[in-house]
């Protein structure tokens, strides 16, 4: 996880030093960019709770909560 958290911020780092310019396609391609550094950084923070949130369940896998099917995960965009 240590790896991809580092991949992650070396992504941001070189996303946030593009300045934006008159050139629109370098803007968006940073807004995907930090957006997608985002939603990578919850999900990972989603996996790496999954085991505390079983022990605290007593064990019972927190991804069949009431056998209501599989999970829905909502990930935002740039607004």
Do not use: C, I, Y
Not at 4 to 13: F, K, V, Y
Not at 15 to 35: F, H, I, S, T, Y
Request: aromatic share 2%; glycine share 8%.
């Amino acid at each position: 996880m240590e790896f991809l958290r580092a991949r992650l911020h070396e992504d941001e780092t070189a996303a946030r030093a593009l300045k934006p310019g008159k050139n629109q396609d370098v803007a968006r391609l940073r807004d995907r960019v930090l957006a997608d550094v985002e939603a990578k950084r919850r999900l990972m923070d989603w996996v790496e709770e999954l085991p505390r949130r079983a022990k605290d369940n007593g064990g019972a896998s927190p991804l069949a909560e009431g056998g209501r099917g599989p999970l829905r995960l909502v990930l935002e965009g740039p607004p």
